[in-house]
């Protein structure tokens, strides 16, 4: 999913968590639906899409002359990180959005209930409550879904990210030799 307008700036949070930019993202989601396959050239580093060209990572800023030569595909653990990180992401917003439906659905009936008027007069009990209804089942949603959710969704999958992408470099910057030891004792 790519921002439409040029002007918009994508949120960079200041995590020390360099992947998954915008374009490594697009590629990510583009493998997983199987419309694109996981090839090409990226960055060593950070993962990130580059061209046959290019020399400096224009996500990361690694020089892929001097730096991490680049790859040809992304590593199937960082594919799977970023889907954890959606569907984390996604639990929290659904969830909050959910509650919002819940909270609209019993505070309508309460207010029926409660009112003197509305418990008079059943046609305008029910006007008044399919129109709450309406009203606050896209509200409400909206309110705790789409802030409260994703803000929390948000921090909680980036939490995880982080760790992955510490045990990711951890694991990728230890030296052939302690690699080739640590599989043998695991045999």
Not at 4 to 30: G, K, M, T, W
Not at 72 to 95: F, H, M, T, Y
Request: charged share 25%; proline share 6%; aromatic share 10%.
């Amino acid at each position: 999913m790519s921002f439409d307008d040029p002007n918009d700036v994508r949120f960079r949070p200041e995590d020390d968590c360099p992947i998954f930019s915008q374009s490594l993202e697009d590629h990510i989601v583009a493998v997983s639906r199987g419309s694109q396959p996981n090839a090409g050239r990226f960055c060593g580093n950070c993962y990130t899409p580059i061209g046959r060209d290019t020399e400096m990572c224009p996500h990361c800023r690694e020089d892929t002359r001097s730096g991490r030569a680049p790859v040809d595909a992304v590593p199937g653990e960082l594919l799977e990180v970023l889907r954890r990180q959606r569907a984390i992401e996604s639990k929290w917003v659904n969830s909050f959005a959910y509650l919002g439906i819940v909270i609209a659905a019993v505070t309508g009936i309460a207010i029926v209930l409660w009112v003197p008027f509305f418990r008079d007069s059943l046609i305008w009990a029910t006007l008044f409550y399919g129109v709450y209804l309406l009203v606050g089942s896209r509200v409400l949603p909206a309110i705790l879904g789409g802030y409260y959710g994703d803000r929390i969704g948000f921090e909680k999958a980036r939490a995880e990210t982080r760790a992955a992408w510490a045990e990711w470099v951890a694991e990728r910057d230890q030296p052939r030799a302690s690699k080739d030891q640590s599989s043998t004792t695991k045999a």
